[in-house]
């Protein structure tokens, strides 16, 4: 292995060199997984199942728990609203990824199902004509020349 930053050779993969000190990744292995739609939709979905139960969860115990009393304060009730509408926006945010998750799926089962088809066409091709045939390349007929001439090397000049 050569180190990419000084050249210096006969380097070991995760080290540094000896001459510059540069860190020597094996590059032969790989970096990162690459990550499918798929699975971030997989994630945004229980992401956004678990935001929704929390949000609820907590907003249903603070209304029974402080809401109501005579000295409560006006953010606790604040607070709850906005917890009950987080919790309505990751429902919709759980319904869109489900949507997206069913387009993923009908998207698959399409790609298996279609296949390459032939094109159909009623007319056939045309004989081939080899009246105005041309050669593949300019020196296809002119490479036996080669043969019949002397060669020159530079070592024979010396």
């Not at 180190?3 to 050779?9: E, F, N, V």
């Not at 949507?99 to 279609?114: A, D, G, N, W």
């Amino acid at each position: 292995m050569f180190c990419h930053k000084c050249g210096q050779a006969d380097q070991s993969p995760e080290t540094y060199c000896r001459q510059c000190g540069t860190f020597l990744p094996d590059l032969s292995k790989p970096v990162k997984k690459t990550i499918t739609p798929q699975e971030h939709v997989t994630a945004n979905l229980v992401l956004s199942i678990m935001t929704v139960v929390a949000c609820f969860t907590l907003a249903v115990l603070m209304f029974t728990m402080l809401a109501f009393k005579g000295n409560t304060h006006p953010l606790i009730y604040a607070t709850s609203g906005l917890l009950i509408a987080m919790g309505i926006w990751h429902i919709q945010t759980v319904w869109r990824t489900l949507q997206l998750r069913k387009h993923f799926k009908k998207q698959k089962r399409v790609q298996e199902f279609e296949t390459p088809r032939e094109a159909v066409t009623g007319k056939l091709l045309d004989e081939a004509d080899f009246a105005d045939f041309v050669p593949a390349t300019v020196t296809e007929q002119t490479t036996h020349r080669l043969s019949k001439t002397k060669r020159r090397s530079s070592q024979a000049e010396h």
